[in-house]
């Protein structure tokens, strides 16, 4: 089957703590998102990647980081610096320079909860 | 100003009505523009994509006016199931890129009832 997959779909995060978000897609998409989505407000780009190994900084990247080693995933670490972490946090895919189809698709989300 | 505006609603109608959602974008440069709906607590998924002719799908209909930097949707017949948030989209270029990046509106929140 298809898709894109993210886990945990709820994750908990301690003061001072970094977190890893897990993102994998196996639809051989080059380009790769994360957003962050608060109550009420529209998805905000936090990084993105065109190409395995390249990265490049959203609107709101200060607190996040990011690597792109394999095509498939693109992990997102939530970092202590992160002031205000508590969001839905999106990951998606598009099929990225080798077309203009600009469609991006979504995973189904993690949740994150600072205690 | 925001890249995409869109009235957030809430829009409440009875079954069978017609509904439209309207948004404006601030860049003339976008090239792509896609209305997503979103379900409560899930991720967005493509409902349809907007072409400068005009495009329908079934109950829905969206309209691109690039001279007023207008996109809207309209869905006919409204079911049970429409019920969402409707989130309209554009896109274009990042500079020096080949990549274009979407821009989101909040989203206008649906609810039909029966």
């Known amino acids: 089957d298809g898709g894109i997959t993210q886990s945990p779909k709820y994750l908990f995060r301690k003061e001072g703590q970094n977190v890893t978000l897990s993102c994998e897609q196996n639809?051989?998409?080059?380009?790769m998102y994360w957003y962050r989505q608060d109550p009420g407000q529209g998805l905000r780009l936090i990084y993105y990647?065109?190409?395995?190994?390249?990265?490049q900084k959203g609107d709101i990247a200060e607190g996040y980081s990011v690597s792109r080693e394999k095509k498939e995933s693109f992990p997102l670490t939530v970092t202590s610096a992160q002031k205000n972490p508590t969001a839905f946090y999106l990951c998606?895919?598009?099929?990225?320079?080798?077309?203009?189809?600009?469609?991006?698709?979504f995973g189904p989300g993690t949740r994150l909860l600072v205690l | 100003r925001k890249e995409v505006e869109q009235d957030p609603g809430p829009f409440n109608v009875p079954e069978g009505a017609t509904v439209a959602f309207n948004c404006t974008y601030s860049?003339?440069?976008?090239?792509?523009f896609f209305w997503y709906r979103q379900d409560c607590r899930k991720e967005p998924k493509l409902l349809m994509s907007v072409y400068s002719s005009g495009n329908e799908d079934g109950r829905f209909t969206a309209q691109l006016n690039r001279a007023s930097q207008y996109i809207s949707l309209l869905i006919r017949d409204s079911k049970l199931s429409d019920s969402a948030t409707y989130l309209c989209v554009v896109s274009h270029r990042v500079r020096g890129s080949t990549l274009g990046r979407l821009y989101f509106g909040r989203g206008t929140q649906l609810t039909v009832w029966p």
């Open positions: 639809l051989n998409h080059d380009a």
């Open positions: 990647s065109q190409i395995v190994n390249d990265f």
């Open positions: 998606a895919s598009s099929i990225g320079w080798r077309s203009n189809q600009e469609t991006q698709y």
């Open positions: 860049n003339s440069a976008s090239q792509s």
